[in-house]
């Protein structure tokens, strides 16, 4: 009967993770080892529980029938164990988080930081890339997110919102005359990132918005990049206002019309629909949601 229950964990854990090696890594365990345990239940209970391919899995009209026993069965265990975990000293085990690559730069970083001061017993391994980490296939526990969401079967907690701000260099704006309002800057030299569409709409109390599409001569997939090729002469930019602000107090760039704004982006936690409730993950987030500058 133990013996069964363990395989019928396995089973469910391979069904939420889509593949025999996305659930290995997640149990740490070999993908033979995942297919034995799921052959050696089908056996024993005489039907097949998943149809297999190269390159998927997918439930049969029994599996089905056991997935959502399953998944009961391993919530009443995480229930129980959650229930006496006030036991153990402290919360222990692994994280693994990805991140945008600028928000290494932000705030956020003392954030994480002191979460490992005030839970030596997790270790966490974080992964800031501009390259989109897929947080299921690739075995990520939490993946924080910048700006507009895909669709998709996650989780989704907002964490807070970043100040955006319009930037150049202070060569490029000596060689032109200060403008007056965003509409003034339509014609301008403009630096974009790629993944954001570039529509822009400028704000200022008692002043109708202005909406801004501007040609771009430039186009880069990484903010950093983005701030430093504007930092160079190369044109405006808009960037997380963090990015520029030792610049801007040294004199090198500048805020351009800091009276008018435009929207700030948020910053997003998003993590498995299927990860536990008290979780580590979940523990990570709300200590990064509750604990702002």
Same mark, same amino acid.
């Given at each position: 009967?133990?013996?069964?229950?363990?395989?019928?964990?396995?089973?469910?854990? &391979?069904?939420?993770?889509? /593949?025999?090696?996305?659930?290995?890594?997640?149990?740490?365990?070999?993908?033979?080892?995942?297919?034995?345990?799921? &052959?050696?239940?089908?056996?024993?209970? #005489?039907?097949?529980?998943?149809?297999?391919?190269?390159?998927?899995?997918?439930?049969?009209?029994?599996?089905?029938?056991?997935? #959502?026993?399953?998944?009961?069965?391993?919530?009443?265990?995480?229930?129980?164990?959650?229930?006496? /975990?006030?036991?153990? *000293?402290?919360?222990?085990?692994?994280?693994?988080?990805?991140?945008?690559?600028?928000?290494?730069?932000?705030?956020?970083?003392?954030?994480? =930081?002191?979460?490992?001061?005030?839970? *030596?017993?997790?270790?966490?391994?974080?992964?800031?890339?501009?390259?989109?980490?897929?947080?299921?296939?690739?075995?990520?526990?939490?993946?924080?997110?910048?700006?507009?969401?895909?669709? /998709? =079967?996650?989780?989704?907690?907002?964490?807070?919102?970043?100040?955006?701000?319009?930037?150049?260099?202070?060569?490029?704006?000596?060689?032109?005359?200060? *403008?007056?309002?965003?509409?003034?800057?339509?014609?301008?030299?403009?630096?974009?990132?790629?993944?954001?569409?570039?529509?822009?709409?400028?704000?200022?109390?008692?002043?109708?918005?202005?909406?801004?599409?501007?040609?771009?001569?430039?186009?880069?997939?990484?903010?950093?990049?983005?701030?430093?090729?504007?930092?160079? #002469?190369?044109?405006?930019?808009?960037?997380?206002?963090?990015?520029?602000?030792?610049?801007?107090?040294?004199? /090198?760039?500048?805020?351009?019309?800091?009276?008018?704004?435009?929207?700030?982006?948020?910053?997003?936690?998003?993590? *498995?629909?299927?990860?536990?409730?008290? #979780?580590?993950?979940?523990?990570?987030?709300?200590?990064?949601?509750?604990?702002?500058?």
């Amino acid at each position: 009967m133990l013996d069964q229950l363990r395989q019928i964990a396995i089973f469910a854990k &391979t069904v939420d993770h889509g /593949s025999f090696r996305a659930a290995a890594k997640a149990l740490r365990l070999s993908p033979s080892v995942v297919s034995h345990h799921i &052959t050696q239940l089908e056996a024993q209970l #005489g039907v097949a529980l998943l149809y297999r391919s190269t390159r998927k899995l997918s439930l049969t009209r029994d599996g089905e029938r056991l997935i #959502g026993a399953a998944r009961k069965m391993i919530d009443a265990a995480e229930t129980g164990l959650h229930a006496v /975990s006030d036991l153990a *000293p402290q919360p222990s085990g692994e994280l693994r988080v990805t991140a945008p690559a600028v928000l290494a730069q932000s705030a956020i970083v003392r954030r994480i =930081a002191k979460f490992s001061v005030v839970y *030596p017993g997790v270790r966490l391994t974080l992964d800031f890339s501009d390259l989109r980490r897929e947080v299921i296939g690739e075995g990520i526990d939490v993946a924080l997110r910048m700006g507009e969401l895909e669709d /998709s =079967a996650l989780k989704v907690r907002k964490l807070y919102d970043v100040e955006r701000s319009l930037i150049a260099s202070q060569s490029y704006l000596q060689a032109r005359s200060d *403008p007056e309002s965003p509409a003034d800057l339509e014609n301008w030299d403009w630096v974009e990132l790629a993944q954001v569409k570039p529509v822009l709409e400028f704000k200022k109390d008692g002043e109708i918005p202005i909406v801004l599409k501007p040609t771009s001569h430039l186009s880069v997939n990484d903010a950093h990049a983005l701030y430093h090729l504007a930092r160079c #002469g190369a044109g405006l930019a808009i960037v997380p206002k963090f990015l520029a602000q030792e610049d801007e107090a040294a004199g /090198s760039v500048r805020y351009v019309l800091q009276d008018w704004s435009t929207d700030p982006v948020g910053v997003f936690a998003v993590w *498995p629909l299927n990860a536990p409730k008290e #979780g580590l993950s979940a523990l990570f987030i709300k200590f990064l949601a509750e604990n702002s500058e």
